[in-house]
């Protein structure tokens, strides 16, 4: 069984602050993992891919990947209340298969931005 | 930006009744998927679809579910016989070929009583 742990929080930061949220997965052979935000009653919405080990930015975020140690993570620099959601960190499963692959997901860690 | 779109956002039905949701997904995408997201859980795959076959389908997707993809640009998840279990958010997503990442619907909250 492929599982994907996060801490469900929630995570309390204050606004201008770096969130800083963790994933850990049990598949050696996965090859991409997505950060997915959800706003509450709303779909996943992805905001990062990546990879390869080490660190990906984009804009305020920051994803950083560790296979050795099975890890992801996500920075969120400047926290903003608009930032406050559910953080899914996603892992596909059978990238190279041929006809596509699925994303496991964890369940989720709460950010709260206070302001 | 292209993006999935579901109907209908809200259905409410019968227990043992069939109720079938819709996705359009992104014109230019081969690989289709619908997850399901029951209140206060994880988002659970349910079924992945390519070249018109099912490609791969989870411990959940019995016997009671079905897929389609009628006319090259609807993909449609039917539930025989609902149960009050079945209740829950549906997502359908999408993927284009070459890359790995999916794009999420807005959803359908099935709600059976």
């Known amino acids: 069984q492929k599982e994907v742990e996060q801490n469900s929080g929630p995570l309390s930061v204050p606004e201008g602050a770096i969130a800083s949220l963790n994933c850990t997965y049990s598949?050696?052979?996965?090859?991409?993992f997505f950060w997915y935000r959800q706003y509450s009653g709303k779909s996943p919405e992805l905001i990062m891919s990546?990879?390869?080990?080490g660190d990906k930015e984009d804009g305020r975020f920051t994803a950083q990947l560790n296979k050795a140690s099975q890890y992801v993570s996500l920075l969120i620099r400047d926290s903003q209340p608009s930032d406050s959601a559910t953080y899914l960190c996603?892992?596909?499963?059978?990238?190279?298969?041929?006809?596509?692959?699925?994303?496991?997901f964890g369940a989720g860690t709460i950010l709260r931005v206070k302001s | 930006e292209p993006e999935v779109t579901q109907t209908p956002s809200h259905q409410v039905t019968q227990m043992g009744q069939e109720v079938i949701l819709r996705c359009v997904p992104i014109?230019?995408?081969?690989?289709f998927y619908w997850y399901r997201q029951i209140l206060g859980q994880k988002v659970e795959f349910l079924v992945s679809f390519y070249n018109n076959e099912i490609s791969e389908k989870s411990e959940i997707f019995d016997d009671q579910f079905s897929v389609e993809r009628p006319d090259g640009s609807n993909f449609t998840l039917k539930i025989r016989s609902t149960k009050l279990e079945d209740s829950a958010m549906y997502f359908c997503?999408?993927?284009?070929?070459?890359?790995?990442?999916?794009?999420f619907g807005q959803g359908t909250r099935l709600t059976v009583v």
């Open positions: 598949d050696r052979g996965s090859q991409s």
């Open positions: 990546i990879y390869s080990n």
């Open positions: 997503a999408s993927r284009p070929r070459g890359r790995t990442e999916a794009f």
């Open positions: 996603a892992v596909g499963i059978g990238d190279l298969h041929p006809y596509g692959n699925k994303l496991v």
């Open positions: 014109s230019n995408h081969l690989y």
